[in-house]
């Protein structure tokens, strides 16, 4: 079993001191607090808590206030939910399954849900390593996947919802041989691992990580006391959102979590080299057959500026998250934010000081358009045989709904060309020789996605 962590002490600069000494408490880079204040100060973010690691000192640094018109800053105990870097600690529950000997990664996920039936593709299963590494083959998310509440849309997802997608579910192509991120997947993951060990997902991540690594505020399920202490999450436009209720999809990023936590468990990757933590962040595959790129056990392994990391980045309905750790163990940094706005350039800032931070984005301004313009907008957008992008005209105007995923408005800033609010997102129409809408190109993080229209 992994060996309790001391935890070490941490200091707060710029709202309350702690224990550590001021002189070892590692300094923040100017650049970024200075974009930290901004974006807070702006409202694009209602809180941001940035936790820097510099060998074994570490300081916390907040901004922003974590309820609106309050003013009291975040600090080490605030509470955040962390999403998709709950994948490492499910990556790292397999780990410790390894290294105790209870399962192997190259071991089928059927042996360990006897009562399912999983896809195969010309009799290649899928492996605990495949699911681990996001070469499953299984898709981003289910297509039985209906919310009937957008802004909670996992609370409805029942494992037996999850049983009836796997045993339907045809494999496009044989698991093991291509990178294709699934959040189904790791709640596949979890849910096996919790089977092997005969006991809750939570159950096992209280007991194999959080309570060994002393980390009192991290819970999927979260107490009364970290409740209290929640910062509460926000859209893209300000407005406030719950947090989401993962249900069986908690092994994907349902976990909740503090800075204090949240550096306790990446100082138990950069100074603890026992095995299950060294199998984690060891490189198992390409992300992308021509990159640098390698995926571990979740982390995400990359080299800049002569330095080996992981990373992990997350996002939920109102909150985002991003910690990384150079693998010599030198430095870390944890970011973590409740609005649904990414905080990756802040983190990789931190981590490795003088990366330059990408301008910002000023805000868009919506323009009307008739609603007898708006209508030759509506249909369907298909990507693919999995994804398809709805495009309605409702009371208040044009919405947009992906496949499994609750519907957003969207606002015109021309003719033909719209944005969310609810998510960075923008949403280009192209039009025939005729003038007729044709298509559309759905840019997102950094990716022009063109759609045809049905």
Known sequence: MTPTF?????????????????????VLDDAVRQRAEELTRTGMHASIV??????KHSAVYGFGSVHAGKHIKPGTDTVYQIGSITKTMTALLLADAVAENKVTLDEPVATLLPGYTLPAFDG?????????????SLPRLP?????????NPYADYSEAKQRQFLAAYQLPRAPGSAFDYSNIGYAVLG????????????ALLQKRIAVPLGMRSTSNTPSHGMLARLAPGHLLSGEPTPAWDLNVVAPAGGVYSSARDMVAYLQAYMFKPLRPYALAIKPQRPLA??????IGLAWLLEQRQGHGYAWHSGQTGGYSSYAAFTTDGKRGVVVLTNTARDVDALGLSTLLPGTPLPPLKKPQTAIELPRAALNEYVGEYPMGTDFTLTVTLGKHGLEAAGTGVGSAPLFASAKDHFFFRAIDAELAFTRDAAGKIAGAVLKQGGQDVVLPRK
């Open 6 to 26: 001391a935890l070490l002490p941490l200091c707060l600069i710029g709202t309350a001191a702690l224990a550590a000494p001021a002189l070892a408490a590692p």
């Open 50 to 55: 940035i936790a820097v690691i510099d060998g």
């Open 124 to 136: 290649k299963t899928i492996s605990l390593l495949d699911l681990a590494t996001h070469y499953s």
């Open 143 to 151: 297509d039985n996947f209906a919310p009937k509440d957008p802004a």
């Open 191 to 202: 849910t096996a691992l919790a089977a092997q060990a005969g006991t809750s997902y939570e």
């Open 289 to 294: 057959p021509d990159g640098d790129t390698k």
